[in-house]
C-alpha cells in the first residue's frame, strides 16, 4: 500500500525544488530530535491547560506554546 504524503504531493504540484535548504533540513536526524521534544512540549502544555481553568492563561500558554515550537524547529544558520 502506497504511503499518503501530502506535503510531497504538495510540493509536486507547486513544482517546488527538493534541493532547497529548508526542505533538506527536515529530512536531518537534529530535525526529528527537536520535533520528538516539540511534541513532548506540546503534550506538557496541554496538560497545564487542562490543568488550569482561566481562559486568558490557556490562551497563553497556547500562544508561548506555538512561538517556542516555531523558534525551536528554525534551521541552524550555517
Do not use: H
Not at 536531518?28 to 530530535?33: A, G, V
Not at 503534550?43 to 492563561?57: F, P, T
Amino acid at each position: 500500500m502506497a504511503s499518503f504524503d501530502l506535503i510531497n504531493k504538495i510540493r509536486r504540484f507547486y513544482r517546488v525544488s527538493e534541493n532547497t535548504p529548508d526542505i533538506q533540513w527536515t529530512r536531518t536526524k537534529t530535525y526529528r530530535k527537536r520535533m520528538e521534544q516539540v511534541k513532548t512540549g506540546w503534550i506538557i502544555s496541554g496538560i497545564c491547560m487542562l490543568a488550569v481553568e482561566n481562559v486568558a492563561a490557556v490562551v497563553g500558554i497556547f500562544f508561548f506554546s506555538s512561538f517556542m515550537s516555531f523558534a525551536f524547529l528554525e534551521r541552524d544558520k550555517d
